[in-house]
């Protein structure tokens, strides 16, 4: 509610102004903070209605038994954050390439991760944490290579951006705010990290009984 009363108010003054690219950027910027903010916040929720609901003790982000779960609800979250943001600095900056690549990396491997889970998800490819073939497993740790590769870039970024803030003055709180952003964003990606590595070779479809027992 209160990051809609923010955007309504922030949008009336700019459509005022008569700055309708600075709406259109607002927007995109608006919504990549909206998915850092409220994404966890909602798959928590949801987490919590598996544990205490239905006593279901993985819920969302236990990657023990239900690895699915967690990285379709990180990687839904990241793949917004990533495109919305690469979205924002399209129009601002003459070489965009150079400040949103690593969001195009992070968005294209959100974006085949969420593609790999559903697949998996659709076709009954996994049930619980164990994937019917081999090579399901080793794309899995592929993909969970991946998440942790662009987190590493990602966060040379970051600490790129902190250290040109050093010129100027009072750049702390920028500093901090930097920091704050990049620990958020990486720990709503190490569970997927995590959950891609569990995944286990085995007959799925014999699993389907002791995973609905489990549930």
Known sequence: ILWCAFFGIITDVLVD?????AVDNFFWMFLSLVALDCGPAIYVAIDW???????????????????????????????IISWSFIAVFEDLVDDVLSWIWPWIMYGTVS????????????????????????????IGMIFGAAVGIMDVIVW??????????????????????????????TSITVPTIWAFFSFKVGDAANQTKDFINMN
Not at 172 to 178: D, F, H
């Open 17 to 21: 102004m008569d700055a309708d690219v």
């Open 49 to 79: 209605y598996y544990y205490y609901g239905k006593q279901n003790y993985d819920g969302i982000l236990g990657t023990k038994y239900n690895p699915i779960r967690c990285i379709i609800a990180q990687m839904s979250v990241v793949f």
């Open 111 to 138: 974006t085949w991760c969420l593609i790999f889970a559903g697949f998996l998800w659709f076709t009954g490819s996994i049930k619980g944490n164990v994937v019917s073939g081999p090579l399901f497993r080793i």
């Open 156 to 185: 040379g970024y970051f600490i790129s951006w902190m250290i040109d803030l050093n010129d100027l003055e009072s750049s702390g709180w920028l500093q901090a705010l930097i920091a704050m952003y990049g620990l958020y964003f």
